[in-house]
């Protein structure tokens, strides 16, 4: 995409902007023209972020910056109500905030860890997604659901995690069909690891573990890499773009080839 108004006049939402994926997606929106509002749960991360934004906005737009927990229904309420009350439409909602964790099926608290999994990574996209979709239908907008390559292969240890990413991809076809007819395209993106701070914030490991984790993973791909935030990025820009205009329904995989590679989670060490 070389054009930098290729999203001009586009408001764009991302969950779970504050590091990652989501702040590497937000700040590739703006760059290309967009209104982008960012959420997470940490303030310093988001004005961190929003520097960012400002500085590649071909017109120097500020993010909107919500603090909210998209676990929490009324946070989701306020987020999209600030969105509309800040600029009075909705064009993109990427429901990318989400969690993961190592679950044992012989762990007492396995209840409290589907809880958990299961209200970000589920329950908050259908409740976004449920907010939006009127201010959606107006601008004949988009939906990227970020998922995982776990909604498509079983992992040892991460059977909840996968169980929620499974759950979103059939979300987003069945949304796919429902929308369609409003004009609405509903996709996903289905990463295989990212090298994020993700599995250590919310995976349970120590930075160390999970750096070497990402090492012996790279190994396992054919491309010889895990991916970078950006490598999403632009998968989630191409999909919300007119370039993709037929394109609704799918979970598009951005995996290194991983999927057909012969690894398994049990090779890589579970350390905190």
């Not at 520097?51 to 909107?64: F, M, N, R």
Request: with cysteine.
């Amino acid at each position: 995409m070389s054009r930098s108004d290729r999203f001009s006049g586009k408001v764009v939402l991302v969950t779970g902007s504050s590091s990652g994926i989501g702040a590497e997606t937000a700040i590739q929106f703006a760059k290309y023209g967009a209104q982008v509002v960012i959420t997470g749960r940490r303030a310093k991360n988001l004005s961190h972020v929003s520097q960012q934004i400002t500085k590649v906005s071909p017109k120097g737009l500020k993010a909107l910056e919500v603090v909210a927990d998209v676990s929490k229904d009324d946070d989701c309420k306020r987020l999209i109500e600030s969105t509309i009350k800040a600029f009075g439409r909705l064009d993109v909602l990427v429901n990318n905030a989400g969690v993961t964790g190592v679950t044992d099926i012989h762990d007492k608290n396995i209840l409290n860890e589907y809880q958990r999994i299961f209200d970000t990574n589920v329950r908050s996209v259908i409740h976004l997604t449920h907010l939006a979709t009127e201010y959606l239908e107006t601008t004949k907008g988009n939906i990227i659901n970020i998922s995982s390559i776990a909604g498509l292969k079983p992992f040892q240890l991460w059977s909840i995690y996968c169980m929620s990413k499974t759950a979103l991809d059939m979300f987003t076809k069945c949304l796919a069909l429902e929308l369609g007819s409003k004009g609405i395209r509903v996709n996903s993106v289905n990463p295989a690891a990212v090298r994020t701070e993700i599995m250590y914030t919310s995976g349970g490991l120590s930075k160390e573990v999970a750096e070497e984790n990402y090492e012996l993973q790279a190994k396992t791909y054919p491309l010889g890499r895990v991916a970078d935030p950006i490598d999403i990025a632009n998968v989630v820009l191409f999909l919300a773009s007119e370039e993709s205009s037929f394109v609704t329904g799918i979970n598009m995989l951005s995996d290194g080839g991983s999927l057909n590679a012969n690894f398994s989670t049990s090779d890589f060490s579970q350390n905190k």
